[in-house]
């Protein structure tokens, strides 16, 4: 059965880096984007872009460029998010999910908390 | 980019049908057949229970549907009951990024 195994929680202080990871089975890595979703606490779902599993290409959504970086390590069937100069707004729980044009298997959520 | 535009909150009686509308514009639910809704239990992640506006994933009850009329899409849940109390949220594909935009979501609340 497809499954997304993510990462488990993360406590970062303001200024460092996080890297989550999640881990695809149950079907062809390649034959399907991978999808970033991010949700604030108390707030709705965003959509933080998405890589192409088979190139390697991310695409990233407004508000999500230049800190943000989508990538992959195919030998292992797993997509990282990686957030740089983390900022207490990032903290939020961090979805990956399958396919872009409607996420039709989503991970469990990784916890990313910005405290220092 | 803007936020998809749904009802903040959705409420019912069991038993009763409701409809929660997802509006866009004509960059995502106008142009596209990309649009997908997702139940979301507290502390749970979203579930997908419509795609490509009307198809159901296998495991989905039949109380659920969707529609689309231009910019609007719709979500109706028939014969409601106490597991449906979640939050939606809609989503469609957008051109503006090439990447998907998701509703602000709707709080369904079963009286």
């Known amino acids: 059965q497809v499954q997304l195994v993510q990462s488990g929680s993360e406590l970062k202080q303001p200024g460092a880096s996080v890297k989550v990871s999640c881990k695809a089975s149950g079907y062809t890595f390649n034959s399907m984007s991978l999808v970033w979703v991010r949700q604030a606490p108390g707030q709705g779902l965003q959509c933080m872009g998405w890589?192409?599993?088979?190139?390697?290409?991310?695409v990233y959504a407004q508000g999500f460029t230049g800190r943000f970086v989508f990538s992959l390590d195919t030998s292992v069937s797993t997509a990282y998010l990686q957030i740089n100069s983390l900022k207490a707004e990032d903290t939020a729980v961090y979805y990956c999910?399958?396919?872009?044009?409607?996420?039709?298997?989503w991970g469990q959520g990784t916890q990313v908390t910005v405290s220092s | 980019q803007s936020a998809l535009t749904q009802p903040a909150s959705v409420s019912g009686s069991p038993g009763q049908s409701i409809t929660i509308s997802c509006t866009g514009s004509?960059?995502?639910?106008?142009?596209?057949?990309?649009v997908s809704w997702y139940q979301q239990h507290p502390g749970n992640a979203p579930k997908l229970i419509i795609y490509?506006?009307?198809y159901r994933p296998s495991a989905i009850s039949n109380r659920f549907s969707g529609s689309k009329s231009g910019n609007t899409a719709s979500l109706t849940i028939s014969g409601l009951q106490a597991e449906d109390e979640a939050d939606y949220y809609c989503s469609s594909f957008t051109s503006t990024t090439s990447t998907a935009i998701f509703g602000g979501g709707t709080k369904v609340t079963v009286l």
């Open positions: 490509e506006v009307t």
């Open positions: 004509t960059s995502d639910i106008g142009r596209y057949n990309y």
């Open positions: 999910a399958r396919e872009i044009k409607h996420l039709d298997y």
């Open positions: 890589i192409n599993t088979n190139t390697g290409d991310p």
